[in-house]
């Protein structure tokens, strides 16, 4: 009896399956999992539809976006557009993107470099879907407002230390700027035209370092255009 009782206690209680409480195998849940940048996107056009009909108001659209890209698994995608119906992919799966008329092929750049000189990228242009722009004692200018991009959403990775990088939008593209400033100035200067945001607007995402230097971003008139002043005629 002794014996058989030892052995017993060696062994444990079992739930009737087999398996003992505390080793039984949970299943995976899958909202934990990661997202990648396409579900990102897709719940981005979502959130774009629905402004456009009207569903919810463009500082929601704001609010949303900003938690959509900052998502990292599915249990915080899901709640952002829970309350708004889906479309079936066949329908308009990406937003219209500006396309502006051009007598020459776009060239793309992934990376614009100034070490104590100069770069300059401006007119139509393509911007890939990351764009790292740098600058060591110079100055780096991205003129973004005739460019095409690649994807509704487009990241600028600027870094700049005793230098400057200066970003130009026009009045249809939606800016957030999320960088690290020490002993310097990372952000969005004051714009030159009204904004004209629609739900379609791309986003441009300006993210990086300034040591002892400017990363500036400026909303300005279209090139040719006369320049309007914010709350004149």
Known sequence: MDGQASAGAGK????GSGNHPGRAMRPHDPNQLRVSDDDRHRVAEVLRHAAGE??????????????TYSARTYADLVPITVDLPTHPATHSAAPVLRQPVATEPAVTFTSSVAVMSETKRRGVWQVPEQHTAFSLMGSV???????QFDSPEVTINAFSIMGDVRIVVNA????IVDGV??????????????TQL???????????MALMAGVSVQRR?????????????
């Open 12 to 15: 444990g209680p079992a739930d």
């Open 141 to 147: 200018t991205l003129d973004l407002r005739e460019a």
């Open 198 to 208: 629609t739900p379609e607007s791309p986003v441009v995402r300006v993210k990086g």
């Open 54 to 67: 009207g569903r919810i108001d463009l500082d929601e659209l704001d609010e949303r976006l900003e938690a």
């Open 221 to 233: 008139a279209m090139p040719g255009e006369s320049r309007k002043r914010l709350g004149g005629r």
């Open 181 to 194: 400033a020490i002993m310097a100035d990372f952000s969005e200067s004051s714009a030159k035209v009204p």
């Open 172 to 175: 249809s593209t939606r800016v």
